[in-house]
Structure formats: structure tokens, C-alpha cells
């Protein structure tokens, strides 16, 4: 069975840093695409950044956020400098049972439980 809990989450100010943490179990993440989504109240659920072959983010956090594995580890991190208000939400870790990147949150089968992130203005 794949776990995946993050942390790293937490309430600060607006323009300051985080690093969330996915640290996986029961999968081998070097060998799947893995991504973070998140979710505000009152709005979809929207892809933020994932790590294939490659790395792909969504455009409101491009320049700001940097998705990176440690694969001895087991772990993905998402970087967020520069945080604003519209940042806040539950940011979920996904991986999907291919390296292949896809955007939609539908194509990802384990996810984790998710950590709060508020930025305030």
C-alpha cells in the first residue's frame, strides 16, 4: 500500500518561504511522476507542480515554486518563496503509476492527506 503524508505546512506572512515534504512509502518515486495540488475553499482543486522526466508548474506559481526528489529518500519537496494570499489552500502530494507527466488531478491513484498552508496579507 502507498502512503504518502506531507508536512511542512503552516501560517505566515505574505512574501515569506516554505518547504512542504512528501516523503512515500510502498512506491519507489524515482520511477513515477510525482506532483502537488492544492485545494481553496470555494475552488477546484488545481495542479501546482510535478517532477517526471522533467519539471512542470502551473503558471501562478512559476518562478516562485520549485518542485525536487531526493530519491534516497523517498521524499518530494515543493519550495514556495515568495508566498501570497491566493497561495493559500491544502496542498496535496500525488503520484500517478507512470514516470509519464499528466496535468489532470484524475490521472494521479495515491494521494496524501494533505497540509494547510495560510498566507496572510
Known amino acids: 500500500q502507498v502512503k504518502m503524508p506531507e508536512s511542512g505546512g503552516g501560517f505566515l506572512q505574505a512574501g515569506g518561504s516554505l518547504r512542504l515534504s512528501c516523503t512515500t512509502s510502498g512506491r519507489t518515486i524515482r520511477n513515477y511522476a510525482m506532483a502537488w495540488f492544492r485545494h481553496a475553499p470555494g475552488k477546484e482543486r488545481e495542479f501546482v507542480a510535478a517532477i517526471a522526466w522533467r519539471t512542470y508548474y502551473a503558471d501562478s506559481v512559476k518562478g516562485r515554486f520549485s518542485i525536487s526528489r531526493d530519491n534516497p529518500k523517498n521524499t518530494v519537496y515543493l519550495q514556495m518563496n515568495r508566498l501570497k494570499p491566493d497561495d493559500t489552500a491544502v496542498y496535496y502530494c500525488?503520484?500517478?503509476?507512470?514516470?509519464?507527466?499528466?496535468?489532470?488531478?484524475?490521472?494521479?491513484?495515491?494521494w496524501g492527506q494533505g497540509t494547510q498552508v495560510t498566507v496572510s496579507s
Open positions: 500525488a503520484t500517478r503509476g507512470s514516470i509519464d507527466y499528466r496535468l489532470g488531478a484524475s490521472e494521479y491513484d495515491y
